[in-house]
């Protein structure tokens, strides 16, 4: 029996029940026991309620002063890449201004303010039915190199200084499709430790030169110089071409420990996120593809180090087998407009730059640009 029609039948029996004698009261008890079906003692505490149960289900169905706005909500959910509500309450103010200065969207002031104070738990709770986890194992490539091993020092990821913008993390992913025979395309991804500003560029080879070509025209795009570079023992990193662009530009060089992934904790989790999650595991092993996928990223630089929240870890303290952590959840250009070492006009650059993007015409053109790399794929 529906909750409708069940408290629509209490209410009609409820004033006779109220009124009637010992006698009487066994009478309904029994009718509605074999009528619904429910407990006695759940009738008998009901029906004795002075507050009828309709009322009490109308009072506890309220529905969501959010459910008016949740729809653009969504719609600014989808824009974000489906971030986690952490995230996405730190992102929202930023796409509803961006997207409102290029009239892609229109809010009304009452609007926003609901979506501004929705909580997480409240995002959680609403965008519970349209959230799609992927869960896709990663494969990786990496060889370990022994060249100049002993030459470079190891850094482990608690010698870092998150501080001070420059010092990157670096790492190389492989797109042969599962087939590491022959030539095909890399991509380095770079991560700064203190801002999360995230760059990608794409090779074609493993050979030295190219891998230190692409590690300096990804370091070229950072608004900040590059002090330091650390890195796996893989082959394509651990030779004289990078020690000698290292030792040219007088940047710190250091690598991780062979085994041991969480030395590179902040690169290798974006491995994913702003890697495969936009070129997937394809194998691709053309020129005009690798210049595909530098279009790609070129856009993806914008979109991410912008309007894309990172996470980093401010505060840890372990107490016993517990481990209490809070975070800081901003955009990378966010924690460099912030920061004291930047330069005034750096951010000045970053600020002109930010204000002539879209976010929804950068979704657009990455989109674009993966259905241009999915159609080079030989099936």
């Not at 190389?172 to 025979?181: E, F, L, T, Y």
């Not at 495969?276 to 180090?305: F, H, I, P, T």
């Not at 951010?347 to 976010?359: A, I, W």
Request: proline residues 4%; positive net charge; glycine residues 6%.
């Amino acid at each position: 029996m529906g909750y409708s029609k069940f408290a629509d039948l209490l209410h009609h029996y409820q004033p006779t029940y109220v009124r009637a004698g010992k006698k009487g009261k066994q009478d309904i008890l029994a009718i509605l026991v074999d009528l619904t079906g429910y407990n006695r003692k759940y009738l008998i505490r009901t029906l004795a309620s002075p507050v009828s149960l309709k009322e009490k289900i109308i009072h506890r169905h309220k529905p969501s002063k959010y459910e008016r706005v949740m729809k653009q909500a969504k719609e600014l959910w989808v824009y974000g890449k489906f971030p986690c509500s952490r995230r996405f309450k730190v992102m929202i103010p930023i796409y509803i201004d961006a997207l409102t200065r290029f009239k892609e969207i229109k809010v009304e002031d009452v609007d926003k303010q609901l979506i501004l104070q929705m909580s997480e738990r409240t995002m959680d709770r609403q965008l519970k039915k349209v959230r799609q986890n992927l869960h896709i194992k990663a494969r990786t490539g990496t060889k370990p190199g022994t060249l100049l091993k002993a030459q470079i020092p190891i850094k482990m990821w608690t010698d870092w200084d998150h501080t001070k913008p420059g010092f990157l993390e670096i790492d190389s992913v492989h797109h042969n499709g599962g087939n590491p025979s022959g030539h095909y395309c890399y991509t380095v991804s770079q991560e700064d430790v203190a801002t999360g500003w995230h760059e990608n560029t794409a090779h074609l080879g493993k050979s030295e030169v190219y891998t230190s070509k692409a590690i300096e025209e990804g370091g070229d795009r950072f608004p900040f110089p590059v002090l330091g570079l650390d890195f796996d023992t893989g082959g394509e990193f651990v030779n004289w071409h990078l020690k000698r662009y290292c030792d040219a530009r007088k940047i710190t060089y250091t690598r991780a420990r062979q085994g041991v992934k969480n030395d590179q904790c902040y690169v290798e989790e974006t491995n994913w996120s702003q890697v495969r999650e936009y070129v997937g595991y394809a194998r691709y092993d053309k020129d005009y593809q690798c210049a595909l996928l530098n279009k790609l990223y070129n856009v993806m630089s914008d979109y991410l180090n912008y309007f894309q929240a990172k996470e980093r870890t401010i505060f840890k303290e372990r107490n016993g087998a517990r481990t209490k952590r809070k975070f800081e959840t901003k955009t990378p250009y966010q924690r460099v407009m912030e920061h004291p070492d930047i330069p005034q006009s750096t951010k000045d650059r970053l600020t002109k730059h930010f204000l002539t993007l879209n976010p929804k015409q950068l979704l657009r053109d990455i989109v674009r640009l993966q259905k241009l790399l999915d159609q080079t794929i030989t099936k």
